[in-house]
């Protein structure tokens, strides 16, 4: 979107109101350590070209009104209270209203805004688009009321805030939309949060590529992935109840960073049976993977990277099942179309995948991805295929 068609759209919403700020907050692809937040182990990600941009007029009064781009999310409206009412689940302005709340009780917001929303991310696609929008209109927000909070701290609360929406998820998403930073990947760390950037090797290209497959929060898609959360307490309550663990610090991170991922894998075979020990083991596997991939992003080794990248998927689809037919054929689509590695991103249960290739192999790809996936199924509609530039974080410029 344009920034002319950016203002030609809040004009025909709000045709009395003048903007004064606008913010972008960017999408992100997740290269590697996937359902792994939300147990406070590091995950590596990087911020996308894509991203949700609001447009900010302050009001005099409490009221907040929404306006949105894409004709399917109406306009919205309530007035800004410490705690909110949530609308029915999958309503768009529970991500405002998550972001309202958290800028009233926290950083004594008062002041509405009139605010317009457009969006070039895919909704439902493992891309962050939902963290994107909420850290754009908790931003825009805080612009109203001349607030502007310390990014870190920020990313913290608001990961939080966005649990309002019923997903318990993890705190990647926020931290990287207002942390990442051009040219580079991130290395997140949670509890207290860490951002380190790697540049980002020249040759290499992240390739990111829809299943076809809408993985809608509002639908089947929370429950899974809140189910997988909860799997990963229980798997975890059971291997603390072993003997062999009486003592031993209590969550994943404290025993990973005890025990290491191969010791701890190996109690896990002994203490844990069906499905908590799969779910334990992507843990444990994953922290392992998250390492090993950094240390091959700092040297350049492409086939080292490319490698962990399989591995990851083959433990999601296989002891974590997050995957899908779709998700599985687009990977071993990319791989024969000359990735060195492939795997999903994001949540899954639909969604993309991201795959490495050299710069030179990028436009192979593209093509090789179309002739052996998109044309061959009900998927040819769904056709996104993006080489993703590492970007910057959320910006709030004044107009
Ligand atoms: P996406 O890819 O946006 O569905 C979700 C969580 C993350 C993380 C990943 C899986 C939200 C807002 N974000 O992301 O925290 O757990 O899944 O690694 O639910």
Same mark, same amino acid.
């Given at each position: 979107?344009?920034?002319?068609?950016?203002?030609?759209?809040?004009?025909?919403?709000?045709?009395?109101?003048?903007?004064? #700020?606008?913010?972008?907050?960017?999408?992100?692809?997740?290269?590697?350590?996937?359902?792994?937040?939300?147990?406070?182990?590091?995950?590596?990600?990087?911020?996308?070209?894509?991203?949700?941009?609001?447009?900010?007029?302050?009001?005099?009064?409490?009221?907040?009104?929404?306006?949105?781009? !894409?004709?399917?999310?109406?306009?919205?409206?309530?007035?800004?209270?410490?705690?909110?009412?949530?609308?029915? $689940?999958?309503? =768009?302005?529970?991500?405002?209203?998550?972001? $309202?709340?958290?800028?009233?009780?926290?950083?004594?917001?008062?002041?509405?805004?009139?605010?317009?929303?457009?969006?070039?991310?895919?909704?439902?696609?493992?891309?962050?688009?939902?963290?994107?929008?909420?850290?754009?209109?908790?931003?825009?927000?805080?612009?109203?009321?001349?607030?502007?909070?310390?990014?870190?701290?920020?990313?913290?609360?608001?990961?939080?805030?966005?649990?309002?929406?019923?997903?318990?998820?993890?705190?990647?998403? !926020?931290?990287?939309?207002?942390?990442?930073?051009?040219? #580079?990947?991130?290395?997140?760390?949670?509890?207290?949060?860490?951002?380190?950037?790697?540049?980002?090797?020249?040759? =290499?290209?992240?390739?990111?590529?829809?299943?076809?497959?809408?993985?809608?929060?509002?639908?089947?898609?929370?429950?899974?992935?809140?189910?997988?959360?909860?799997?990963?307490?229980?798997?975890?309550? !059971?291997?603390?109840?072993?003997?062999?663990?009486?003592?031993?610090?209590?969550?994943?991170?404290?025993?990973?960073?005890?025990?290491?991922?191969?010791?701890?894998? =190996?109690?896990?075979?002994?203490?844990?049976?069906?499905?908590?020990?799969?779910?334990?083991?992507? !843990?444990?596997?994953?922290?392992?993977?998250?390492?090993?991939?950094?240390?091959?992003?700092?040297?350049?080794?492409?086939?080292?990277?490319?490698?962990?990248?399989?591995?990851?998927?083959?433990?999601?689809?296989?002891?974590?099942?997050?995957?899908?037919?779709?998700?599985?054929?687009?990977?071993?689509?990319?791989?024969?179309?000359?990735?060195?590695?492939?795997?999903?991103?994001?949540?899954?249960?639909?969604?993309?995948?991201?795959?490495?290739?050299?710069?030179?192999?990028?436009?192979?790809?593209?093509?090789?991805?179309?002739?052996?996936?998109?044309?061959?199924?009900?998927?040819?509609? #769904?056709?996104?295929?993006?080489?993703?530039?590492?970007?910057?974080?959320?910006?709030?410029?004044?107009?």
């Amino acid at each position: 979107m344009t920034p002319d068609e950016l203002h030609d759209g809040f004009a025909r919403a709000f045709a009395a109101a003048r903007p004064t #700020h606008r913010v972008r907050a960017p999408g992100r692809v997740n290269l590697i350590g996937e359902h792994v937040d939300y147990n406070e182990l590091p995950v590596l990600p990087m911020a996308l070209q894509l991203a949700v941009h609001v447009l900010v007029a302050p009001r005099d009064d409490a009221t907040v009104r929404l306006a949105n781009a !894409q004709p399917r999310y109406g306009p919205r409206e309530f007035a800004l209270a410490p705690t909110l009412e949530p609308s029915p $689940a999958g309503d =768009w302005v529970n991500y405002a209203k998550a972001a $309202a709340q958290l800028v009233v009780r926290d950083y004594g917001a008062t002041r509405g805004a009139d605010l317009f929303v457009a969006s070039d991310l895919p909704p439902a696609a493992g891309l962050a688009s939902s963290s994107a929008l909420v850290v754009a209109l908790a931003l825009a927000l805080c612009a109203a009321n001349a607030l502007a909070p310390q990014p870190l701290e920020f990313a913290a609360r608001l990961a939080a805030a966005e649990r309002f929406v019923g997903t318990n998820s993890g705190g990647m998403d !926020q931290a990287i939309a207002l942390n990442a930073r051009a040219g #580079h990947v991130c290395r997140i760390e949670f509890a207290p949060l860490r951002v380190e950037t790697l540049p980002a090797p020249a040759n =290499w290209r992240f390739v990111v590529a829809h299943s076809g497959v809408e993985a809608h929060k509002a639908a089947g898609a929370r429950e899974h992935y809140n189910a997988r959360r909860a799997d990963c307490e229980s798997a975890l309550a !059971q291997l603390l109840s072993s003997a062999e663990l009486r003592g031993a610090p209590r969550s994943y991170r404290g025993l990973l960073e005890h025990f290491g991922a191969e010791r701890l894998a =190996w109690i896990a075979e002994r203490n844990l049976s069906g499905r908590s020990l799969a779910r334990a083991r992507h !843990q444990f596997s994953e922290f392992a993977r998250v390492a090993r991939a950094r240390r091959c992003l700092v040297a350049g080794d492409f086939e080292g990277f490319g490698a962990e990248l399989d591995a990851s998927h083959a433990s999601l689809r296989d002891d974590f099942e997050v995957s899908c037919a779709q998700l599985d054929a687009l990977a071993e689509a990319a791989r024969a179309s000359g990735a060195v590695g492939a795997r999903l991103t994001g949540a899954g249960f639909g969604g993309c995948i991201v795959a490495l290739v050299q710069a030179s192999d990028a436009e192979r790809l593209k093509s090789g991805l179309r002739e052996r996936f998109y044309a061959r199924g009900p998927s040819r509609e #769904h056709e996104f295929v993006l080489v993703a530039e590492p970007g910057a974080g959320a910006q709030v410029s004044a107009l």
